[in-house]
């Protein structure tokens, strides 16, 4: 069965900086999109940014500048690197991923995976 897992988060204090890692880890045949979202108490999930397969990155307004994604293909594995970290930053960071898995004979499925969630403290 397919599953990311994070690490990466902790407490910071403002103008800090962390990096956040995700890796798929069982044997899966193709990763499309990736992306890092997060969730703030009583607030919606939000996406953070995004990344192609080919490299193609967008960012959620309030992070870009400060917020950079990357992916390795080859390891299947994502990274967001966060500097001049902010209070309101401070939420709960979850990895996502469109996965491809072979499901017997010629066939294949697409499905999305969520993580567990890593938590981002950011305080003085």
């Known amino acids: 069965q397919v599953q990311l897992v994070e690490s990466g988060g902790g407490l910071v204090q403002p103008g800090g900086s962390l990096r956040l890692s995700c890796a798929a880890s069982?044997?899966?045949?193709?990763?499309?999109?990736m992306g890092w979202y997060r969730q703030a108490p009583g607030k919606q999930r939000e996406l953070v940014a995004a990344?192609?397969?080919?490299?193609?990155?967008n960012y959620a307004d309030s992070v870009k500048g400060r917020f950079t994604i990357s992916r390795d293909n080859a390891k299947n594995t994502m990274s967001l690197q966060m500097n001049s970290l902010k209070p309101e930053d401070t939420a709960v960071y979850y990895c996502?991923?469109?996965?491809?898995?072979?499901?017997?004979?010629?066939?294949?499925?697409?499905?999305?995976?969520w993580g567990q969630g890593t938590q981002v403290t950011v305080s003085s």
């Open positions: 996502n991923a469109e996965i491809r898995t072979y499901v017997g004979g010629s066939r294949y499925t697409w499905s999305r995976y």
């Open positions: 069982a044997r899966i045949d193709s990763i499309n999109a």
């Open positions: 990344i192609t397969s080919g490299g193609s990155t």
